[in-house]
């Protein structure tokens, strides 16, 4: 080492390697949050601005919330956004509930069967969702339910990658907290309660936002049971949009701002949780 020239550890970085980091950052910053805020931009720009141009501007010289309300005197988008909120709610209870206590069942009680229940549950994450759709369809139209909400909610209702999520969260609970509950003469439905469910909090978070968006931002499954327009999903709905508006992409990238703020907002509300179930198990050490 140079007489001078300060000592370097192990975990410090040079500028050089800094600079790299900042660069790779910015780049993946650009390739994900570029267009969101690109269609942004494109929601608020006026009639009089012109976005076919060889180099369009970023900032809109006039920023205008008239496509806003232009979309929602014209298309019934707020009628669509209530009908994915509802296909959301039921999607995301069902979750939340469903997945809580099977993990907790995995996880925490024995019984009989309980591996072969694990191993049909890591069979179907192998199947993809198009596989099953059309029995799915037969299920759903035999229960009464095509062209509802529920039955575009009812099958995804509970996940099985939640379900070993959950399971997942529940296993990395100490075990003498569940022996300790045990001789205080805890039941089932108390350690799941007082001693679970505080200790997987973060994780639930990360099930209740995959829920969300995965019921928001489905396509293919709202497209085949639903027939009447009045039960239309939002992302349904948009397709609708585009082709009313083909000719101005401003009122299409308010539709689209529209149904990414609920996003934006579950994530808000529950970034705390969700980053807590991601980065330390859900588990309190």
């Given at each position: 080492?140079?007489?001078?020239?300060?000592?370097?550890g192990f975990n410090t970085t040079s500028p050089a390697e800094r600079a790299v980091r900042y660069l790779l950052l910015g780049l993946v910053l650009l390739l994900t949050v570029g267009p969101f805020l690109w269609e942004l931009s494109t929601s608020l720009k006026g009639a009089g601005e012109d976005v076919y141009t060889?180099?369009?501007?970023?900032?809109?010289?006039?920023?205008?919330?008239?496509?806003?309300?232009e979309v929602a005197r014209t298309v019934p988008v707020w009628t669509?956004?209530?009908?994915?909120?509802?296909?959301?709610?039921?999607?995301?209870?069902?979750n939340a509930v469903g997945a809580t206590f099977a993990?907790?069942?995995?996880?925490?009680?024995?019984?009989?069967?309980?591996?072969?229940?694990?191993?049909?549950?890591?069979?179907?994450?192998?199947l993809p969702g198009e596989v099953t759709i059309v029995s799915q369809y037969v299920t759903v139209r035999s229960l009464?339910?095509?062209?509802?909400?529920?039955?575009?909610?009812?099958?995804?209702?509970?996940?099985?990658?939640?379900?070993?999520?959950?399971?997942?969260?529940?296993?990395?609970?100490?075990?003498?907290?569940d022996s300790a509950a045990l001789v205080d003469g805890a039941n089932v439905w108390q350690r799941l309660v007082h001693v679970g469910l505080p200790n997987v909090r973060g994780m639930l978070?990360?099930?209740?936002?995959?829920?969300f968006i995965g019921a928001w931002d489905d396509f293919l499954w709202p497209l085949i049971v639903l027939n009447d327009p009045d039960h239309y999903t939002l992302t349904v709905g948009l397709q609708y949009l585009n082709g009313t508006f083909s000719a101005n992409p401003r009122l299409i990238a308010a539709g689209t701002m529209i149904?990414?703020?609920?996003?934006?907002?579950?994530f808000a509300a529950l970034q705390r949780f969700f980053f807590q179930g991601v980065e330390e198990g859900a588990v309190k050490g």
């Open positions: 080492m140079r007489p001078g020239r300060p000592a370097r060889r180099s369009p501007g970023f900032l809109p010289h006039d920023p205008t919330l008239a496509n806003y309300a669509y956004a209530v009908n994915s909120l509802l296909v959301a709610a039921v999607t995301v209870a069902g993990g907790f069942a995995l996880a925490r009680l024995r019984f009989r069967g309980g591996r072969a229940v694990l191993g049909l549950l890591l069979a179907t994450l192998v009464g339910l095509a062209d509802t909400l529920l039955g575009v909610a009812l099958p995804g209702a509970i996940g099985m990658l939640n379900v070993l999520l959950m399971r997942t969260a529940f296993q990395a609970v100490p075990p003498e907290l978070s990360v099930v209740v936002i995959f829920a149904a990414f703020l609920p996003i934006v907002l579950v």
